[in-house]
């Protein structure tokens, strides 16, 4: 079945150093991607999306980058602060029969030290 | 993007009891669903709450565990039904989502069942 494999599950790094997540998917007819942070005590947040007829998108210091041959697609989030700790989960949406179907990764929790 | 409210929030609940969620948006939507987040887990799909018809459940999910409503286009309530310690987890509300298009959260509702 569907299914989205998210890496590393923790990941921690110095304040103002870079910090990338990965995700793989299985299903290639999956063309829509969104990453999600998870602060604690709250519902996961949209942070940025892409499309899966685009390679890289960047807002502020946040991009993601898709591999559709690979089926890869990546956070990455450069000069860290300590306010981005949290959760982040990736997820890929896979259109089907009457409407569509988002399978999510399993979470990284970012530690950012200051 | 839609504001969506839970309540409660959290609760503690003894074992064998019920307990309503209600999720409250604040625009019309079309696709409302229901999650479930164990600690330190990722996002499960419970149903999706369908406007005047029964509820879709997942694999692993029935509708006596877990009966929800939906009588108009800007709420809906999930039950947990003869609670047990299993069902402590984080369920959260969702709206949106589709091809392309991101799906939104609640911030939860916090269950513990003692």
């Known amino acids: 079945g569907e299914n989205v494999e998210q890496h590393p599950s923790t990941l921690s790094v110095q304040e103002g150093d870079s910090a990338v997540i990965k995700c793989t998917y299985s299903?290639?007819?999956?063309?829509?991607f969104p990453w999600y942070k998870q602060e604690l005590g709250k519902g996961p947040q949209l942070i940025i999306d892409i499309r899966s007829n685009v390679g890289e998108k960047k807002d502020q210091r946040i991009a993601v980058t898709l591999n559709k041959t690979a089926k890869h697609f990546s956070l990455h989030i450069t000069e860290t602060q300590p306010e981005d700790s949290a959760v982040y989960f990736c997820?890929?949406?896979?259109?089907?029969?009457?409407?569509?179907?988002?399978?999510f990764g399993a979470g990284t929790r970012l530690f950012v030290k200051a | 993007s839609a504001v969506i409210s839970q309540k409660p929030s959290r609760d503690i609940c003894q074992r064998g009891t019920s307990l309503t969620i209600q999720c409250q948006v604040d625009?019309?939507?079309?696709?409302m669903f229901w999650y479930r987040q164990q600690p330190g887990q990722s996002l499960t799909l419970i149903a999706t709450a369908n406007q005047g018809s029964e509820a879709t459940y997942e694999s692993g999910f029935v509708i006596d565990k877990f009966p929800i409503s939906r009588p108009n286009l800007t709420f809906s309530t999930l039950t947990v039904s003869n609670m047990s310690p299993e069902d402590s987890s984080i369920y959260l509300c969702?709206?949106?989502?589709?091809?392309?298009?991101?799906?939104?959260f609640g911030d939860g509702t916090r269950l513990s069942i003692l």
């Open positions: 997820a890929a949406s896979i259109g089907k029969t009457g409407g569509f179907k988002t399978i």
């Open positions: 625009s019309q939507v079309t696709m």
């Open positions: 969702s709206v949106g989502g589709g091809v392309h298009q991101p799906q939104h």
């Open positions: 299903d290639s007819a999956s063309n829509y």
